[in-house]
């Protein structure tokens, strides 16, 4: 296994790219200074893990992105498993998940798996890759990009910030839930969408992070 900042960095330029992610995009990210940046990502490409073109950014080669892979599905994985067998809130997951998921090993990867029936998505509906790096086709698509007064079914909402995702929550706007935009607001893309016999007000920002599905 690589350290956990290898695998931290891999991860990042994975969920930011995975092709030419700026020195300052990374950074920011994962709140550290551009310089260490610099010297992580030149480390990354003599190991293999990285490409990096002056000017572009960095990108995975295809053994980075097996192992971004990897440490994503551990993440996912063990958010399903603290989500089914503690039950704790999709707010409280993202962060139990980061400092466990460097741990995991292969063996209890796949024990964890297994005993959840080997699920494809976590409770926030992110995919989860399989053992191998497979990702099922990614055809979910932004709320903000959605048409009016269609129904739509939410697939996936963001978890790395905890009051954004209790937010969408205590609105009742989680995996699974159906929803109908009734309007949009040309000035600042917000829209308001019907939920529950309710209107809501998702602020554009908000909505390009909740990915649905379309009725068929």
Not at 12 to 18: A, E, Q, R, T
Not at 46 to 68: I, Q
Not at 119 to 127: A, I, L, S, T
């Amino acid at each position: 296994m690589y350290s956990i900042a290898i695998e931290d960095y891999l991860k990042s330029i994975w969920k930011l790219g995975p092709k030419d992610v700026g020195t300052q995009e990374l950074a920011s990210h994962l709140d550290v200074k551009p310089a260490s940046v610099t010297k992580m990502v030149l480390r990354l490409t003599e190991m293999g893990l990285v490409d990096h073109t002056p000017y572009k950014g960095a990108s995975l080669t295809s053994e980075g992105e097996l192992e971004a892979l990897s440490v994503v599905r551990r993440h996912r994985l063990l958010e399903t498993f603290l989500s089914q067998t503690l039950g704790l809130g999709r707010d409280q997951l993202h962060a139990e998940a980061e400092r466990l998921e460097h741990a995991l090993s292969k063996e209890l990867e796949s024990a964890i798996a297994d005993y959840l029936g080997n699920p494809e998505r976590d409770p926030h509906g992110h995919p989860i890759p399989g053992p191998n790096g497979e990702l099922f086709g990614e055809t979910d698509l932004p709320l903000s990009d959605s048409p009016m007064n269609e129904i739509l079914t939410v697939m996936q909402i963001p978890d790395y910030d905890s009051s954004v995702s209790s937010w969408l929550e205590n609105n009742g706007i989680f995996p699974g839930v159906k929803l109908e935009i009734k309007s949009r607001d040309d000035f600042d893309g917000g829209i308001n969408c019907e939920v529950n016999n309710h209107i809501v007000r998702i602020t554009s920002s908000i909505a390009s992070l909740v990915k649905i599905s379309k009725e068929d």
